[in-house]
């Protein structure tokens, strides 16, 4: 069964430094959505893109976070000047449509940690 | 207000025993979706089952179901004949039109423990 592929499954990044998680959604997905997780809390939604744009954001996807498609098959998320606070596992989601139904089908994290 | 409310931070099950486990949403939308999902201590996000809420029949999905009460807005996940392999992090989820049908939003989640 074909699935969401994310890369590194760990980073470990000094504050201020940037980072970039990449992500592989399953090929035939037109969605693409960011999620984060502080360790014991809820999962958060952060960004959808969709047609290479974003199409809606939460008040956590500030200016210093970015997503990009750069190619037919990534979608990263860029955070410029990492801090503390932004240490979380990080999923990225796709789905083909978005429809009401349609389940939106995570990859399994990128673990972010800021020291 | 809390958009999806789980009350049960933990719960736990002997095996071969049903579980249910519960959760409640506020939406003042007439369509939309709830979905439960399965956290590992792997940490992946595993769908497990859907229910809409135009749907008459509760959903299921193999040892799934779904006890949906939409009055009381209320979609609880019942797991049947539960195995030591369901220990997990449960997260019920949900998508209103209003959002777009774009985003999940996250309940905070119920740790199910199944004991041998």
């Known amino acids: 069964e074909p699935e969401v592929t994310q890369t590194p499954s760990h980073q470990v990044t000094q504050m201020g430094q940037e980072v970039i998680l990449r992500c592989v959604p399953i090929s035939n997905h037109l969605y693409f959505y960011w999620y984060r997780q502080i360790l014991g809390q809820k999962v958060e939604f952060l960004v959808s893109f969709y047609n290479n744009e974003i199409s809606e954001k939460s008040e956590i996807f500030d200016d210093q976070f970015s997503v990009e498609r750069p190619d037919g098959s990534n979608f990263t998320l860029k955070i410029r000047s990492t801090k503390l606070e932004d240490s979380a596992m990080y999923f990225c989601a796709s789905s083909p449509d978005r429809e009401v139904g349609q389940p939106q089908h995570f990859g399994d994290g990128t673990r972010l940690s800021i020291l | 207000a809390q958009k999806i409310t789980q009350t049960q931070p933990g719960m736990f099950v002997q095996e071969k025993e049903a579980v249910t486990l519960d959760c409640t949403y506020d939406?003042?939308?007439?369509?939309?979706?709830l979905f439960w999902y399965k956290q590992p201590s792997s940490g992946e996000m595993i769908f497990l089952i859907y229910q809409g809420s135009y749907d008459e029949q509760n959903a299921t999905e193999g040892r799934y179901s779904l006890n949906f009460q939409k009055a009381r807005k209320s979609a609880n996940l019942v797991i049947s004949a539960s195995q030591l392999g369901d220990s997990a992090m449960y997260f019920c989820a949900m998508r209103e039109v209003s959002g777009g049908y774009n985003k999940l939003i996250f309940g905070a989640g119920t740790r199910l423990a199944v004991h041998p």
């Open positions: 939406t003042s939308d007439q369509s939309y979706g």
